[in-house]
Nanobody
Framework: VQLQASGGGLVQAGGSLRLSCAAS????????VGWFRRAPGKEREFVGS????????YYADSVKGRFTISRGNAKNTAFLQMNSLKPEDTAVYYC????????????WGRGTLVTVSS
């Protein structure tokens, strides 16, 4: 499974971006797709996840109410809609796959850089 996150860029504080996570070689089914980020000088942080088959989402407190994870119509793509962005959201964002709901994110994609200017 190969994952690719895309859609990052430079945005002003208060702005929005939508990131995509596309899987090649398979579609999502009994899986969980997670989003993570790593800010400069900091450890990787969990952002949120979606259980594909139910659509259940879960978010870190730091993004709750601002970020939304959704499923694409194409069953190999998930989205992270980021609104009301803050400078502290600046990070490289990664998507990951918990295949078969094992409880572990075993597949990781290359990240996409999001920079929020103040």
């Amino acid at each position: 499974v190969q994952l690719q996150a895309s859609g990052g860029g430079l945005v002003q504080a208060g702005g929005s971006l939508r990131l995509s996570c596309a899987a090649s070689g398979r579609t999502f089914s009994n899986d969980r797709v997670g989003w993570f980020r790593r800010a400069p000088g900091k450890e990787r942080e969990f952002v949120g996840s979606i259980t594909w088959i139910t659509g259940y989402t879960y978010y870190a407190d730091s993004v709750k109410g601002r970020f939304t994870i959704s499923r694409g119509n194409a069953k190999n793509t998930a989205f992270l809609q980021m609104n009301s962005l803050k400078p502290e959201d600046t990070a490289v964002y990664y998507c990951a796959l918990d295949q078969g709901l094992s409880g572990r994110f075993s597949y990781w994609g290359r990240g996409t850089l999001v920079t929020v200017s103040s």
